[in-house]
């Protein structure tokens, strides 16, 4: 980002699309309302979380809500035919469904084969869980010039490792400039700072929790305000607590 210190971000500025990601029915149909939210995304984990214990109902309960924006359900199995017949059955829920596929199963096989199949039936996927970008090179190659479809390099988690994820979306966006079918999602992303980062990269979309999408309204607040009320809540919260020296 910028080192300005007078750059006031703004979110009616933004090229990046913002996918809201979850699990909780009122939180997506929340953010499905908002015209800022081009699209929802959710895995089994964050299902799993939410207490959700019947998957296809769930899916189709959204869907029934959700017609007009791109929704993403995964896969859940670790056979790569199995994983096959999941993806055609989570497909045929909607035509605006995106079947999310790991990059790899569990012992570390390449999906790659999988996905190009998926491709040439016309299946819109959102390949998952990548980190690299021979992984990102492998998956443009497999999704060719098939139906729209998502890349999610998880950002985030490089960033955890203590990497610099920018320079690798930057690469990820230039080398999937050819092919306007697939779209690159800065996924996992860690503070709102990232939705300006990945807007500057050119990149398409990113995925953002509830939790973070939740701290929009501070984007480009007053920073003497902000330092202000942070002062305010110190003092505030230390005397509630009654804190005597």
């Known amino acids: 980002m910028t080192a300005d210190a007078t750059y006031i ?8 699309k913002i996918f809201a990601d979850g699990a909780d029915k009122a939180g997506m149909l929340e953010m499905a309302s908002k015209r800022h939210i081009a699209g929802l995304t959710t895995n089994p984990t964050l299902m799993r979380k939410a207490g959700i ?7 189709k309960d959204i869907l029934s809500a ?3 924006k791109p929704l993403s359900f995964e896969v859940f199995c670790d056979d790569f035919v199995e994983m096959e017949r999941q993806a055609n059955e989570i497909a045929s829920w909607g035509a605006n469904v995106h079947v999310k596929i790991p990059v790899t199963n569990t012992a570390a096989e ?6 190009r199949r998926l491709a040439k039936a016309g299946v819109k996927q959102n390949v998952t869980a990548l980190m ?18 998502y890349i999610s390099v998880f950002a985030g988690r490089i960033a955890d490792t203590g990497r610099d994820p920018l320079p690798m979306m930057t690469e990820a966006v230039r080398l999937m400039k050819p092919t306007p079918n697939q779209e690159l999602i800065w996924a996992s992303p860690r503070e ?3 939705i300006f980062q990945a807007d500057q990269i050119g990149c398409h979309i990113i995925t953002v929790t509830n939790d973070v999408l939740k701290k929009l309204e501070l984007v480009g607040k007053d920073l003497g305000q902000y330092s ?18």
Do not use: C
């Open 192 to 194: 709102l700072l990232n």
């Open 66 to 68: 959700i017609k007009d």
């Open 9 to 16: 971000p703004t979110i009616s500025a933004l090229k990046v």
């Open 132 to 149: 690299t970008l021979e992984q990102v090179q492998a998956v443009h190659e497999a999704l060719g010039n098939g139906p729209a479809s």
């Open 110 to 115: 390449p999906a790659y084969a999988l996905i």
């Open 53 to 59: 214990s019947d998957y296809r109902a769930f899916a």
């Open 228 to 245: 202000l009320e942070t002062v305010s809540m110190f003092y505030n919260d230390a005397k509630a607590a009654g804190y005597r020296l």
